[in-house]
């Protein structure tokens, strides 16, 4: 098989609802983070966040999917629609079994869970509806796109917090070298519920920092941490040969090498595995460090990850050998939807020949790295790749080329 | 909440389980739930939600029974009348 | 695609007695871990029964930090995970981590945690804003189930790819497609793989009561899950995991591993149909095991046994039954199948795990575990479900299969050392 293409791409995002209003916003610098408006978060700590505030569920399903689905869900609806149709993918044109779904999740659909779970105590167990068994699961995103669209080949849900959207790419590279046609891979999160923000305060990586503009600023001197975002991004991926043969019009990008690792226990002394990602993705695209234009990093925000994220690619490609940019500035962390509108910003900038801003972040000199920041930065590109860590030890990286 | 279930009240139901019940109009009370687009999980989401407003249990085989907008509507009525 | 893989260790805990051969004592003997809830109160529920565990994480050989910071299901998984790794024999000082990966299949997290820490924070459900002064230091991980490929990680030494798998109740079979595939492909030498869950907690109960689909014999726990039989009325739900050492064949070869079986052929299909639905047909399975055989190069007629979803419900036995027709043919009604359900419930996402594990012991030990509970035929399901009682046989072919919520469908074709040339 040749290897997979990206024809077609979906966004939900804190900045943008859809994917070209995500992009200018993204190249514009104009970010997505602000006070939190879903619930009072007076009360807690954190108070920034990235929402995805104006977007309307009922425009991208029917009201009865809306009903039995977490926002979490309904992100992927409308990104799919627009990814289907982005790709010219008729889904009727194909065989059922041809066609498959593959996406990350993390936390799955908390604000629906949470729901659930104050009708269970404050009122009995009778007071459960029947839609909670299939909203609040992780595998609940797949199995609604797969029915809605007929897509009935392997389908499969991966969940490395925010690498699994890198994760999800590679296991559609799997099922696509087995023989399945098309693959809508990525993922959407929406983690905003009171119950689902105190779930993340315990991890200790959040920004309290309650000015959106100074929240969220990896590799600046002044990083405190990160603002969790909701949203994400879904492709269409197929091989090729298959694109060309259908008459795509626009390739993205090629899916040209992957690879993840795992951190050593805590306590090991042993490095951590991300220059490792980086390293085997690349061999895995047989391609040299001096070949990438483009590094759409992690940027955790937190100021030990940001220094070895910097130091993993000071080692990989020298010091500011390589631009690099954190668009995510814009729209926080999206955990399984993270990585995946990273890949969407990936493949955009291979598009319009144009590196998207990291904003609001002066970068620390003794990072050495050639950060973008503010502006856009034109130039040619041919190869990006994207780095993805998710909490508990996981990395991941994946390399786009233009086709 | 009247002791008597009306087939305003149980469009309301309806309403919050599923949202739009606009095409659901009284000519369809006797047509089969699967028939005007309620699919299985849709009558247990509606029967949970009785549950809830009318403080009723109601066993497997009733909603096995529940075929209908008017079968619920008898349903209901019914229990609240043994109550 | 040119490496083959192989299981070269195995860990169980399993209703019942913790560890494998506890676990395979007991369904060999067609005994039922099934008893009234003690987990907790079931009183308000309609089912109040499940097949639980005995299992205490300080017996089991956890420290107190592993205890600390892990769910149930998480603690399940480093027991498995650790009789898995001393099972192999796997001598980690001289292996490459980077060359070893994770999958861990899972269907609803750290579901107990996540809702005794919600009671906590929001005050037995009276708040909305719930109370961040109340809450524990690893929520976060509760809330993310990658913790639990985190925990097998670190438990294992492995620091190659690890991720969770998390389709439903089909992932216990298909987080060991995932590491066969990473195998196969030469990303890595060795895979911890397998599943866990632990959804015996009010909200999980609530579900299937909602649905109508867990048993009500809650005053025959013992003979409450009958698979395939007329009486069915219902899943009862359970809990564990078994976790695999699955490696490649040479590198098994190459340390003298001993094999338990190979992992020949895997596939996962989706109904695209209905979130819970099935076909009464049995086409989305069928396609699964159909699919499963190719991938394996084997021909229907050469599985000598077929290790079944068998969930109990109505519809479910019924649709699988039709399944085994499609995809096997006339050898539908010669081969036989069996649900180890009907003694270990249903685990949800690790169920399919535990499972490969029964099927892997089976042809280890020559043996078929039987379908207890299983007397009444039921006209819709006319195959030989190895009643009560358990077979000697030698099996060189065994299929495994799954079916879950969101029309997740996988099978998995297991094969003798013997067949190894």
Redesign the interface.
Known sequence: MSAPVITGLGVVAPNGQDREAWWRATLDGTSGLGRISRFDPERYPVRVAGEATKFDPAAHAPQRLVSETDAMTQYAFAATNEALADAAVVPDDFADLDMAVITANSSGGVEFGQRELQKLYSEGPQAVGAYMSIAWFYAATTGQLSIRHGMRGPCGVLCSEQAGGLDALAQTRRVLAKGTRLVLSGGTDASLSPYGLVCQLSNGRLSEEHRPERAYVPFDSGASGYVPGEGGAIFVVESREDARARGVERIYAEVSGYAATFDPRPGSGRPPGLRRAVELALADASLAPEDVDVVFADGYGVPELDRQEAEALAAVFGPEAVPVTVPKTMTGRLYAGGAALDVAAAALALRDQVIPPSVNVRPDPEHRLDLVVDRPRETRLRTALVLSRGYGGFNAAVVLRAV | MSANMTFDDLKAVMSRCTGDVDDLTPDKLDAAFTDIGYDSLAVLEIASQIQREYSLQIPDEAIEGMQSPQAVIDYVNASLAAV | ?TGRAVITGIGVVAPGQPGREAFWEMIVKGKTATRRITLFDPT???SRIGAECDFDPELAGLSYQEIRRTDRAGQFALVAAREAMADSGLDMDAED??RI??SVG????NAIS??QE??T??D???Q?????GY?????????????L??EV??AS????????????CC?GI?AVG?AV?LIR?GSVDVMVAGATDAPIY??T????????ASS?SNDDPEHACRPFDRRRNGLVLGEGSAVFVIEELEHARRRGARIYCEVVGY???????????LRPDGR?MG?AITAALD?ARINPDEIDYANAHGSGTKQNDRHETAAYKRSLGEHAYRVPVSSIKSMVGHSLGSIGSIEIAASALAIDRGAIPPTANYEERDPECDLDYVPGTAREAELDVVLSVGS?????QSAVVLTSPRRIT
């Open positions: 695609m308000p529920f309609r981590p980077h990966g994770v899972n269907g609803v997290g996540m809702e919600y009671r924070v929001s037995n459900g009276r909305w804003l719930v109370d961040q809450m524990k230091p690893h929520l976060y991980s509760y809330v993310m189930s990658s913790s490929a985190t990680a670190w030494g492995a620091e190659g790819p690890a991720t969770v798998v998390s389709s439903g992932a298909d995932y595939d492909e009010p909200v109960v609530s579900c299937f009561d909602t649905l109508r009500t596939a996962a299909r989706a109904n695209g149909y209905h979130m819970t639905g989305e396609e991938e879950g919520f969101g029309g997740f």
